[in-house]
T-cell receptor
Framework: AAGVIQSPRHLIKEKRETATLKCYPIPRHDTVYWYQQGPGQDPQFLISFYEKMQSDKGSIPDRFSAQQFSDYHSELNMSSLELGDSALYFC???????????FGPGTRLLVL | AQTVTQSQPEMSVQEAETVTLSCTYDTSESDYYLFWYKQPPSRQMILVIRQEAYKQQNATENRFSVNFQKAAKSFSLKISDSQLGDAAMYFCAYRSPPAQGGSEKLVFGKGTKLTVNP
């Protein structure tokens, strides 16, 4: 079965640079979620989209922005990167906001 | 705000034996969803099992089953006939239904690291 696709899988950036993470949901899934998991931590919710509209927002820094496109893929844009942004970023998708979230493999971001 | 507590940072089990991972949560809502996710060394988040709060019957998926005690706000995961491939970090997660004005986000516990000994 098709799963959530995230790209890139690994990313290395310098401080103050910009990064863009991409997420391609499971086919027919219209809801996308972004989570951040720091080293040794549990995942923390950042933001979600349903039918291309932002549906919920968590502890997402103002330096981060995200959107969902007409084909339901989503991008997380991160600017002015800080060392503390180094983490595993998960995208999850569901068939509607009431359904189970299925996670992608994550993008491992390292900020030097 | 809802909170999820996993009181066992680490657990170990012998291969073929049974182990139970604990999870408690705090909520004032009556309807919600609970999940167990598994995160192996690859760090992929894999859904193990899901429980709707309105269902009294405990969910079961092959060797994985839950003991859902709504009044006690407890949601433990039992793994039977443990296999080496079960070794992973296990996260308990809570989600409130958006239809009740709740958030769509998953709230995770801190996780329990399960080691399976051959």
């Amino acid at each position: 079965a098709a799963g959530v696709i995230q790209s890139p899988r690994h990313l290395i950036k310098e401080k103050r640079e910009t990064a863009t993470l991409k997420c391609y949901p499971i086919p027919r899934h219209d809801t996308v979620y972004w989570y951040q998991q720091g080293p040794g931590q549990d995942p923390q919710f950042l933001i979600s989209f349903y039918e291309k509209m932002q549906s919920d927002k968590g502890s997402i820094p103002d330096r981060f922005s995200a959107q969902q496109f007409s084909d339901y893929h989503s991008e997380l844009n991160m600017s002015s990167l800080e060392l503390g942004d180094s983490a595993l970023y998960f995208c999850a998708s569901s068939l509607g906001p009431l359904q189970t979230q299925y996670f992608g493999p994550g993008t491992r971001l390292l900020v030097l | 705000a809802q909170t999820v507590t996993q009181s066992q940072p680490e657990m170990s089990v012998q291969e073929a034996e049974t182990v139970t991972l604990s999870c408690t949560y705090d909520t004032s809502e009556s309807d919600y969803y609970l999940f167990w996710y598994k995160q192996p060394p690859s760090r992929q988040m894999i859904l193990v099992i899901r429980q709707e709060a309105y269902k009294q019957q405990n969910a079961t998926e092959n060797r994985f089953s839950v003991n859902f005690q709504k009044a006690a706000k407890s949601f433990s995961l039992k793994i039977s006939d443990s296999q080496l491939g079960d070794a992973a970090m296990y996260f308990c997660a809570y989600r409130s239904p958006p239809a009740q004005g709740g958030s769509e986000k998953l709230v995770f516990g801190k996780g329990t690291k399960l080691t399976v000994n051959p």
